[in-house]
């Protein structure tokens, strides 16, 4: 039933993941978590910044690296973004990040492979591949039926592939 | 009257204690770094940091008074980095400053590590007011409008990585060491040559900063001589970086200081040491006849002292925390202060 | 300032004692073994907040002040990371500054300590044999912080160190440390003993031995007796060398 295949979703500018980011903020509810892992400059960032946006966050949303876990107030949903990059399973265990997994708002995980045991069973994770330039391209994996049913319903649209 | 206050600062990777008088006069700066540490792990490691920090804090504490010279009954406050910074390690600092101020009785003064860089400049430094400070560490960069002491109004920042954080993310794609700074600097200093690259200005009127585009910009420059199995000159590299980023600072920078007729242009955080930086800042301002101050390398980089310094602002209006004071990973700086 | 630790009269004197390694926080003043007064708050994550404030309305409650103390007691852990911190660096910062001495006790032990106290108050479980204590904390992903105390009519002693364990195999290490023995064993499992029901119940059946299971809080008062029975010189700590008891190396140190 969980099973996990792979979408696709090919941007050949920032405007394109972009508009990934609004249809996946679109669906959004308290309690997602989408993880975002990829190479240094893939647009980790960049594409966190774009769904921020859509979520209704007017302040500037900038890398969480030298603090970790940045916590913003978005329209309706508050956004926690975090990078654990430098995390070991144990303080990651110790920042209490299961209170922000399964609590009342949105978490974008950047570098989640790091801590992939602790993450919650169900996410949808984005892999970003840089391909030069703008162009990324987005291998799209959900987890859990709800995820499943997103990416179908993103499918069906014609958003991915 | 002497004020003298005991600052402990653990926002990141330095435990430091430092005894300030009347927020301009250093009696003792004791800095403990992890650097050695951390190098090893190429970045800090919040969990190692906060360790070194309980094992070093009271023998650091103990130091610092040794040099001051003084005793603990000549104190007149306790100030400690409240945040931003590494809640772990923060929170090390904070209890530390706590027991040692109810052990003896003294008031708490809680302090934004920014607060504290910008002021370091009053360290060794008159301040005229109105001032500009351009503020750039590992975590931050902003450019902070000062109108009178203790009013603090961020007119820009980074809209995505911090200077500091570039230049380590830069020298990790060229497989340099950590913390890269230095040596992005110092390659960039002995090159003969750079590789173009872009400058991100933003909007016309905006002082916001962005860096992202310029690390990728170096990715690809890195990944297109990989593919064509070229030998990079990684100084060219750095130099072409280095310009870059001073060129966007410096500009920025020198546009605020005009636009809100400061008087004076502070710099101010770790990133200060970088030696490309402070040369284009001084050649700069000194034809434009702007006052710059910088302060020494060692009030640059995180330091009790500059904490001492910030704290004095809120010994004048009395403005003392109390003992359930929270650690905060983000504290905003435009309210850290009341201002009359 | 002078620093430098001086012995005060031992035989009578005031002692601050505390704990932060679970989710409570835990205070408490002794006068020599007996207790003044002990406050307990379910803390969660705001130890760093509230340690302060509470020894400060204790000592208060006791109409103490803080250079009134003769010495401190914390529980260097092992638990929470963060938590454990608070309490090590509040008591070795305090007894450094007011220039007394400090004790370092087993969160764990203190934690065995206090369920014998309980049980031989109430007269639960007391059937003349050894009892083996075994303090259990959540430290997740199946793991506890643990340790087996052996309590005996007239003292006790570790038998197997503080130390993260799986739960799984812990239990199976208990039974095989069971199987071992010449004498019979009362055993009694405190702390998080609710979220590893499963795991004791095992343990029950392979042993065919009923375990005795307590839910019991953290009370300083138990680091505080634990503290008082070592008052002798030698095991006065250093404070700048008082660090936690964290049981295991940071990850990032051990994958180095």
Not at chain 2, 26 to 32: A, E, K, P
Not at chain 2, 62 to 80: C, G, P, R
Request: net charge negative.
């Amino acid at each position: 039933m969980n099973q996990a295949s792979s979408f696709r979703f090919h941007a050949l500018s920032e405007k394109d993941t972009k508009r990934l980011a609004h249809e996946i903020a679109k669906n959004v509810q308290a309690g997602n978590v989408i993880t975002l892992d990829g190479d240094l400059g893939a647009g980790k960032t960049t594409f966190s910044q774009a769904f921020a946006k859509e979520i209704g966050i007017t302040e500037i949303v900038n890398s969480p690296t030298f603090v970790l876990i940045k916590e913003y107030q978005g329209q309706e949903l508050p956004l926690y973004h975090m990078d654990v990059y430098r995390l070991s399973i144990e303080e990651a265990d110790e920042l209490g990040l299961d209170e922000y997994f399964y609590g009342n708002g949105v978490c974008l995980v950047e570098w989640s492979s790091k801590i992939t045991e602790l993450l919650p069973e169900h996410r949808l994770e984005l892999y970003i591949t840089h391909l030069g330039d703008q162009e990324r391209n987005f291998e799209i994996t959900p987890k859990g039926d709800i995820y499943i049913q997103w990416c179908e319903k993103l499918k069906n649209s014609g958003v991915i592939s | 009257m002497t004020i003298t206050i005991l600052a402990v600062e653990t926002s990141c990777d330095e435990t430091s204690v430092s005894i300030v008088q009347n927020g301009k006069k250093v009696c003792s700066n004791v800095v403990s770094s992890q650097m050695e540490t951390h190098e090893k792990f190429g970045g800090v490691v919040p969990e190692i940091a906060s360790r070194k920090h309980v094992e070093t804090i009271t023998l650091i504490m103990e130091e610092a008074i040794k040099q001051a010279n003084i005793d603990a009954k000549d104190l007149s406050a306790v100030a400690v980095t409240q945040g931003p910074g590494l809640v772990g390690s923060l929170i090390v600092g904070m209890v530390a400053a706590k027991a040692f101020a109810c052990a003896l009785d003294l008031p708490l003064i809680g302090v934004h590590h920014i607060a504290g860089h910008i002021y370091a400049n009053q360290l060794v430094h008159d301040l005229e007011y109105p001032l500009m400070s351009l503020v750039v560490s590992g975590g931050h960069t902003e450019l902070v409008y000062m109108e009178a002491p203790g009013s603090f109004k961020i007119i820009g920042q980074t809209r995505d990585d911090a200077v500091g954080e570039a230049y380590d993310k830069v020298a990790r794609a060229l497989g340099l060491p950590y913390p890269g700074g230095p040596y992005v600097d110092k390659l960039a200093q002995e090159s003969d040559a750079e590789i173009k690259l872009p400058r991100a200005w933003l909007e016309a009127n905006s002082y916001d900063f962005s860096f992202s585009g310029l690390k990728s910009a170096v990715l690809s420059v890195v990944n297109q001589a990989k593919m064509k199995r070229e030998v990079l000159n990684k100084a060219h590299v750095a130099l072409g970086f280095q310009n870059s980023v001073i060129d966007v600072l410096v500009e920025k920078s020198l546009r605020a200081v005009r636009q809100f007729n400061a008087k004076q242009l502070l710099l101010a955080g770790g990133v200060a040491a970088n030696k490309g930086l402070r040369q284009a800042l001084q050649t700069r301002c000194e034809k434009e006849g702007i006052p710059l101050l910088i302060p020494p390398l060692d009030l640059c980089t995180d330091n009790a002292a500059m904490i001492g310094a910030a704290a004095f602002l809120k010994w004048e209006k009395q403005d003392f925390s109390s003992m359930d004071l929270k650690s905060e990973a983000r504290l905003p700086l435009e309210n850290w202060i009341t201002v009359d | 300032m002078k620093i430098g630790q001086t012995l005060n009269h031992l035989s009578n004197n005031f002692m601050l004692c505390m704990d932060t390694s679970t989710s409570d926080l835990t205070v408490a003043v002794l006068q020599n073994d007996q207790c003044l007064k002990e406050i307990r708050v379910k803390a969660e994550r705001s130890h760093s907040i509230q340690l302060i404030p509470c020894i400060q309305k204790l000592l208060s409650d006791v109409d103490l002040k803080m250079r009134d103390l003769n010495c401190i007691a914390a529980g260097q852990g092992p638990g929470s990371y963060t938590g454990v911190r608070i309490a090590v660096t509040v008591a070795k910062t305090l007894a450094w500054t007011l220039h007394i001495p400090l004790f370092g006790v087993s969160s764990l032990e203190g934690l065995s300590y206090g369920i014998n106290r309980e049980m031989k108050l109430n007269e639960l479980g007391s059937n003349g044999l050894d009892n083996w204590i075994i303090p259990i904390l959540n430290a997740r992903r199946g793991q506890v912080y643990t340790a087996l105390y052996e309590f005996k009519e007239n003292g006790h002693e570790n038998r197997l160190p503080d130390g993260i364990r799986l739960m799984e195999t812990w239990v199976q290490q208990i039974h095989e440390y069971l199987e071992s023995q010449s004498s019979s064993k009362q055993i009694t499992f405190v702390g998080d003993v609710e979220q590893f029901k499963a795991e004791i119940s095992r343990l029950e059946q392979v042993s065919g031995q009923k375990m005795n299971c307590y839910e019991k809080h953290m009370n300083a008062y138990d680091i505080g007796l634990l503290a008082f029975k070592q008052r002798d010189r030698s095991k006065i700590k250093e404070p700048h060398h008082f660090i936690p008891n964290y049981t295991q190396l940071a990850e990032a140190e051990k994958n180095l």
